[in-house]
C-alpha cells in the first residue's frame, strides 16, 4: 500500500482491491464510525453505510456491478417532492386545488386566505417542475455515465467521509487484469487514525481474510440438502 496525501492506494488484482476496500472499511469501523453514539458516528454513520455498499466485493466485477453503483450513487438527489412520495402529476393537481381554493377565497372577501393558497400553489407548482426536471436529468446521467464516462474516466466514489476511485491499470497485464485503487479519508484527524490502524493491520495480520459471497443456492444443489445454519458464538464447542 501507498499512503500519501490524495490518499491510500493499491496497486494489483481484483483480490488486492477487495482486500484494500475492506481494511479501510474495517479501520474506519474500529475508529467508530459507524456507531451514531461515537463522536466520528454522529457525523459519518450514514457516509459509512454508503461507503460500505460501495466499496468492491469479492463476488462482483468492475465493469458491471461497481458502474452500476457508481452510477447510482453519482445520481441527481431527490427533490423535496420525491422525498415526500409525490409525483409531478400530484404535485400538479395539488396546486389545481390550491388555486381553486384561493379564487373561492377572494369571492368570499378573505385576501388573507386567498394569498396564502396562491403561494402554496405557486409552491407545489415549482415542486412538480423540479421533480419532473430531475427525474429527467437522472435519465440522462445514468445513460451518459453508464455508456461514456466509465470509458473515460476512473470508477469513483465520493461523499463527505470518503473519495476513492478505481482504474484499470496497463502495468502489468501479462500477469491478467490489474487495478489501480484509491481512497481517501476527507476528515483530517480521523484520516490519521485511520493511518495507524492500517499500520496496526499491516503488523499484526498475516493474512487477511477476505469476505466472500456465500452461495448457498449451489450448495443445495449439489448436496441436494439444505446448508446447515451458522453457528453461533454460544453454539460453539470445545475439544479435550
Known amino acids: 500500500m501507498e499512503e500519501s ?4 492506494k493499491v496497486r494489483g488484482d481484483w483480490g488486492d482491491v477487495v482486500e484494500h ?18 463522536a466520528y458516528g454522529a457525523r459519518f454513520a450514514r457516509a459509512f453505510e454508503e461507503w460500505e455498499e460501495w466499496r468492491p466485493k469479492a463476488h462482483e466485477t468492475l465493469e458491471s456491478d461497481v458502474s452500476e453503483k457508481t452510477a447510482d450513487q453519482a445520481s441527481v438527489q431527490e427533490g423535496k417532492g420525491e422525498q415526500a ?16 381554493e384561493s379564487y373561492e377565497q377572494l369571492e ?8 396564502d393558497n396562491w403561494k402554496e400553489s405557486i409552491d407545489y407548482v415549482a415542486r412538480a417542475a423540479d421533480s419532473a426536471g430531475r427525474k429527467a436529468l437522472r435519465r440522462v446521467e445514468d445513460t ?10 476512473p470508477y469513483y466514489f465520493d461523499n463527505e467521509l470518503v473519495s476513492a476511485n478505481i482504474q484499470q491499470s496497463t502495468r502489468g497485464v501479462e ?6 485503487f484509491e481512497v ?21 495480520v498475516d493474512r487477511w481474510h477476505v469476505d466472500v459471497e456465500k452461495d448457498t443456492d449451489a450448495a443445495e444443489a449439489i448436496e441436494g440438502a ?7 458464538e454460544n453454539s460453539k464447542s470445545t475439544t479435550n
Not at 108 to 115: N, V
Not at 144 to 153: C, G, I, P, S, W
Not at 175 to 180: P, R, W
Not at 226 to 232: I, L, N
Open 5 to 8: 496525501i490524495s490518499g491510500f
Open 21 to 38: 476496500g475492506e481494511r479501510i472499511t474495517r479501520a474506519l469501523r474500529d475508529a467508530g464510525v459507524h456507531d451514531p453514539d461515537q
Open 85 to 100: 412520495g409525490k409525483g409531478p402529476d400530484e404535485d400538479i393537481k395539488t396546486a389545481g386545488e390550491k388555486l381553486s
Open 108 to 115: 368570499e372577501d378573505d385576501a388573507e386566505a386567498a394569498m
Open 144 to 153: 451518459v455515465y453508464q455508456n461514456v464516462m466509465t470509458q473515460l474516466a
Open 175 to 180: 500477469d491478467g487484469e490489474q487495478f489501480v
Open 184 to 204: 481517501n479519508v476527507n476528515d483530517d484527524v480521523l484520516k490519521d487514525d485511520v493511518s495507524e490502524l492500517l499500520a496496526e493491520y499491516e503488523d499484526e
Open 226 to 232: 439444505e446448508p446447515p445454519p451458522e453457528p453461533d
